[in-house]
């Protein structure tokens, strides 16, 4: 049977004190349990913003990947720990590009306004016809972007018009959070 290392035993314990021992006695916040999960990556799953702070300015990295290849900042957003997520997302820029693929449904009647649409309407679509507009700002008739592509046309009106007056933008990662407490709590 393998041995927790203590500092990762403090962290998933959540136990301030212990974690602050093993600092100051020098662990490595490189160390990984039996599962593969290093210090780092509990804090992270946890949404202890202090114990995350802690492992960071003690040295441990926010860019490794444990056995599911996930970072700590990619495990705190699937565990919905949204504050913790900011702080390694501050550290490795992670997340903050704000490029996704991404899509949403529309119905047709919503593009109608858009006064170049009426080019794509002899495709057979009705007001009632949901589209979906894909990141990069086409639209098809899948939920798959490129597949059954309706409109490809990218102008600058045309961004405008999905930006002011469909209201599209892609989310930034945090914001897809369930719950958007800020903490991932419900």
Not at 99 to 107: F, G, T, V
Not at 123 to 141: K, M, N, P, Q
């Amino acid at each position: 049977m393998t041995r927790t290392p203590s500092l990762v035993a403090a962290v998933r314990d959540g136990d301030a004190e212990a974690l602050r021992a093993a600092l100051g006695r020098g662990e490595d916040p490189a160390e990984r349990d039996e599962r593969g999960w290093a210090a780092l990556d509990w804090a992270a799953g946890r949404g202890d913003v202090p114990a995350v702070r802690a492992l960071l300015d003690a040295g441990a990295d926010p860019r490794a990947r444990g056995p599911e290849g996930r970072s700590p900042y990619e495990i705190a957003v699937a565990a919905g720990k949204v504050d913790a997520a900011r702080v390694l997302r501050e550290v490795t820029g992670e997340g903050a590009d704000g490029w996704r693929p991404y899509c949403k449904a529309y119905l047709v009647a919503a593009l109608r306004a858009f006064p170049d649409w009426s080019t794509v309407d002899g495709e057979g679509l009705t007001a009632e016809t949901v589209v979906y507009l894909h990141h990069d700002l086409t639209v098809t008739r899948s939920i798959w972007h490129g597949e059954d592509v309706l409109w490809s046309h990218s102008s600058p009106e045309w961004a405008e018009f999905c930006r002011e007056d469909l209201g599209f933008r892609v989310p930034d990662d945090l914001e897809l959070v369930p719950g958007g407490s800020g903490t991932g709590r419900r």
